[in-house]
């Protein structure tokens, strides 16, 4: 059964994202955490940033497996989402490099390799995750199969235009193929916690949460685990069963 909280206020929701990932510290300081990016997650970073800096939130000890990343794109490049996160997280953060892990480059080609080394790293305790507008969670299109694992995957045009803003708001320069986590690799996760803000996630997240689980709406596989939480606004939370 999937949690739904909703928020009047962003900064209410960011709050309550750190303190939910504040309790899962306090329990295991040296958990491994699921991360990902996307403009729903600037808020989000933003407020565990300054939950760090007031000591509330010790990120000293977690190590950090992003969901995601383009193919092709040097850590600098504006779009990478090893950029996005070094900006929003990472160095504000003052975590070090060594802590965190993304699918690309490092386990080219046999990206399963990064299932493996999740695993052997002790599992994904807590993941954070958005949803696209066709139901995505990371880079798994409708359909992509329940039990994928960590893979490359060609994006549609629709998903690079979605993302066009870190590219100069021109979708033509977005890259066209990813490597990202699979549904199942995302589905081991022990706590999975999905934020989804504004209109525009409206109508897919009540189909994730109150449609049938199928591949045709990624997400929809949070009906079926046991520690999912979702924390939307208003906005799109407007369709959901009160
Ligand atoms: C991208 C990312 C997803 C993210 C989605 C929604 O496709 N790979 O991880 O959830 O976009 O992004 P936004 O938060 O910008 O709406």
């Known amino acids: 059964m999937v949690k739904i909280e ?4 962003i900064e209410r929701l960011a709050e309550r994202v750190s303190d939910l990932l504040a309790r899962q510290l306090e329990v295991s300081p ?16 933003e407020e565990m940033v300054r ?4 000591n509330r939130l010790n990120l000293s000890g977690v190590r950090t497996f992003n969901l995601d990343e383009y193919v092709g794109l040097g850590e600098s490049d504006a779009g990478s989402f090893r950029r996005f996160m070094r900006m929003n997280l990472f160095q504000p953060s003052k975590m070090s490099p060594g802590q965190s892990f993304f699918p690309w480059p490092d386990f080219a080609p046999e990206f399963a390799a ?8 002790g599992g994904i ?32 045009d629709d998903t690079r235009y979605a993302n066009r803003q870190a590219f100069e708001g021109d979708w033509r320069k977005v890259p066209t193929k990813a490597v990202t986590m ?8 022990r706590t999975i916690i999905l934020v989804a803000l504004g209109n525009q996630k409206r109508a897919i997240l009540a189909q994730a949460l109150h449609g049938p689980v199928s591949p045709e709406v990624p997400a929809s596989i949070l009906q079926e685990h046991s520690r999912a939480i ?6 799109a939370g407007s369709l959901l069963d009160k």
């Open 230 to 235: 979702v924390l939307c606004d208003r906005a």
């Open 51 to 54: 939950h760090v800096q007031q």
């Open 6 to 9: 909703i928020f009047d206020r």
């Open 125 to 156: 305790d807590w993941q954070i995750l958005g949803i696209g507008r066709n139901g995505h969670i990371g880079f798994n299109e409708p359909l992509t199969p329940w039990n994928s694992k960590t893979h490359e995957v060609i994006l549609t």
């Open 114 to 121: 990064y299932d493996d080394f999740i695993d052997t790293s």
């Open 182 to 189: 699979g549904i199942e690799t995302i589905f081991r996760a």
């Open 30 to 45: 040296d958990s491994r955490m699921g991360l990902a990016t996307g403009a729903t997650m600037v808020p989000i970073y």
